[in-house]
């Protein structure tokens, strides 16, 4: 029988980000649905599936955090499958406001390090595109200690 390769820590770190991601979102919408409809009856039964779904993806992200502490000790950081806010991935997504139109801004780049970004406004701050922390970056930006930068690349 022929070993399956397993994820690297890069691999796990980049499912961990779109897993807690899915999980922040579903669990937004069990919450939406729990306020909107009885918990009981056919008419719970969604919100039942969907807080189902909720624990097996929490299951599934402890699982994968076990096997990256197994499969890579030196290299592992509770952090892959359990990321700070600031470091989970995020989509623009419908607002439900009819439109049908997505927020989000177009790309561009971080205003702190120049890295590919895009403003989530559900953050309110930038966020790399690569997945990388963008904490040190919103210090950055919050503290206002661009100011500076920006006057001396615009009279450059």
């Known amino acids: 029988m022929t070993a399956k390769p397993r994820l690297s820590p890069q691999q ?3 499912m961990g980000r779109t897993l807690a991601s899915m999980r922040d979102e ?6 939406q649905l729990k306020n909107a409809y009885p918990q009981t009856g056919p ?5 039942r599936r969907l807080a189902a ?3 097996a993806l929490d299951n599934a992200r402890n699982d994968l955090d076990n096997a990256l502490f197994r499969e890579h000790p030196n290299a592992a950081a509770p952090t892959a499958y359990y990321p700070h ?7 623009p ?10 927020a ?14 895009y ?12 997945g990388s922390s963008n904490h040190a970056c919103w210090l950055a930006v919050s503290r206002g200690k661009l100011a500076h930068l920006a006057l001396v690349s615009h009279n450059s």
Do not use: I
């Not at 579903?26 to 919450?31: D, E, G, I, M, P």
């Not at 806010?85 to 989509?91: I, L, T």
């Not at 403003?119 to 690569?130: N, P």
């Open 26 to 31: 579903l669990n937004r919408r069990v919450t």
């Open 104 to 117: 989000g801004p177009p790309a561009g780049k971080c205003p702190a390090c120049q890295a590919p970004s």
């Open 119 to 130: 403003y989530a406004r559900e953050l309110d701050r930038y966020v790399h595109r690569d």
């Open 43 to 47: 008419e719970g039964m969604p919100t």
């Open 93 to 102: 997504r419908d607002r439900g406001d009819g439109t049908g139109s997505l």
């Open 53 to 55: 779904a909720l624990r």
């Open 85 to 91: 806010s600031e470091d989970r991935d995020w989509r």
């Open 12 to 14: 796990h770190a980049d």
